[in-house]
Nanobody, 124 residues
Framework: QVQLAESGGGLVQAGGSLRLSCAAS????????MGWFRQAPGKEREFVAA????????YYADSVKGRFTISRDNAKNTVYLQMNSLKPEDSAIYYC?????????????????WGQGTQVTVSS
């Protein structure tokens, strides 16, 4: 089993920055790929960014490319999401997910373990 705990959410003005963290524990070696997803009220959960523990390959949704950066610290079993130039449409609950597969083209259906989520609110 893998346990995930997100942190770092909060309220920020448009154009500001926020850094999210996802601390993983348990059998993390069984989930080679990690991802960030978000879900706004009334909308389906959508993919944001993904990374592999081994090698650090990344992939981003077009909506955040150039503004968000996903990274990982293997020694700390932690994945980060640096969010810059935030827009009101970025407001959502952000979830960390762990995938038993290797693919970075993730859908929520691919995720095997979820964190509890952390709220990000961007004001205009």
């Amino acid at each position: 089993q893998v346990q995930l705990a997100e942190s770092g959410g909060g309220l920020v003005q448009a154009g500001g920055s926020l850094r999210l963290s996802c601390a993983a524990s348990g059998r993390t070696f069984s989930t080679p790929a990690m991802g960030w997803f978000r879900q706004a009220p009334g909308k389906e959960r959508e993919f944001v960014a993904a990374i592999r523990w081994n090698g650090g390959d990344t992939y981003y949704a077009d909506s955040v490319k150039g503004r968000f950066t996903i990274s990982r610290d293997n020694a700390k079993n932690t994945v980060y999401l640096q969010m810059n130039s935030l827009k009101p449409e970025d407001s959502a609950i952000y979830y960390c997910g762990a995938d038993k597969g290797w693919g970075l083209f993730m859908s929520p259906k691919d995720i095997d373990y979820w964190g509890q989520g952390t709220q990000v609110t961007v004001s205009s």
